[in-house]
């Protein structure tokens, strides 16, 4: 029996290199961000690098003259008063319902590889929200998080930007924790995600080009979890749905030779990542190797379940189906 690799599901991206806050103008010690580490590829374009110069004592120095047309620069938008925690609610849930009035990839208006940063810098500074952002060499993360506890939610959002343009999208929806732990399957969560939901993302995306699956046994009792990743590269999408093992009230292990793991995708968090279609991108690039697919198996091997029949199984409204698959593989 394989022991437990230690897996910690870590609340949304974060690049290296944490420098200041990006909105409403207020200078504060960055704190640590629930974000995981992305390092993106060198193919990803890299910025400009303008070389430095130090002046030789054995030259004639010029005067220098200023330039009459002054540098142009994007001022940052004027941070708003913070919004109320019942009006924060009510953007938040609006959004999650309607999403801006747009479809994944766009999220809340906003578009992978066509909406400049500068426009949702504004719209969350607008609403009193304040950005961090974590200069990389290659690209700027900017990161934002709405809590809205009333309704067992919490959102962390990460906008991966390069040459002033959003590039990637990601997004973590998590339930809220109730006695220091998450309360997964909670029915307020799915109501607020229902867009998101397996079954919502199958009938409304179609049938992903691949899926993939990680668990783990064990021959420690405890918390056991599981990821479940749809693909959908000709669209620009990535989810997963990651949570623990079995159904509420029962904690697995020890993994016994021969036991079916259960798992329930109705009881996780939701992680999305997102990007323009046109770009070619591998999991492993769109998540900064945060996702490494060779610790997945594919959807058809460790549940014998095709990828059409787990879309038309799992596409089916309010379907609390779970899905099993050997101990013995894990």
Known sequence: ??????????????????????????????????????????????????????????????????????????????????????????????????????????????????????TADTFFASHGKRVQMHKGSQMTNYGVDFDIPQYSLQIYQDYFVADDTIDIISIRAVPAERNGEIVYGNVQFAENLEPYL????????????????????????????????LFYPEQGILVEYNGPIGEEGKRYGPIEEGEMIRICPWRSEI??????????????????????????????????MSIEQFYQTFSQPDNQTCLETPADLW
């Not at 996702?291 to 959807?299: A, E, K, N, Q």
């Open 271 to 304: 992680n999305l990542w997102l990007w323009s279609p046109e770009r070619a991108m591998t999991i492993g690039r769109v998540t900064g190797d945060y996702i490494d697919v060779s610790d997945y198996r594919s959807l058809e091997e460790v549940t014998g």
């Open 198 to 229: 397996l079954s919502q993302m199958l009938a409304v995306y179609g049938q992903p080009s691949q899926s993939f699956l990680k668990t783990y046994s064990s021959d420690l009792p405890g918390w056991l979890p599981f990821s479940l990743l």
């Open 1 to 118: 029996m394989k022991s437990l690799i230690t897996v910690r599901y870590a609340p949304s991206l974060t690049l290296a290199l944490l420098m200041s806050l990006a909105s409403c103008g207020v200078p504060i010690v960055p704190t640590a961000s629930p974000t995981n580490t992305l390092t993106f590829s060198a193919s990803t374009p890299s910025p400009t690098v303008v070389p430095s110069f130090t002046s030789n004592p054995a030259l004639p120095t010029d005067t220098l003259t200023p330039s009459p047309i002054p540098p142009t620069r994007t001022p940052r938008p004027r941070c708003a008063p913070p919004l109320t925690a019942e009006e924060e609610q009510a953007l938040v849930l609006g959004l999650l319902q309607d999403n801006g009035g747009c479809r994944l990839p766009c999220w809340w208006g906003f578009t992978p590889g066509v909406t400049a940063w500068y």
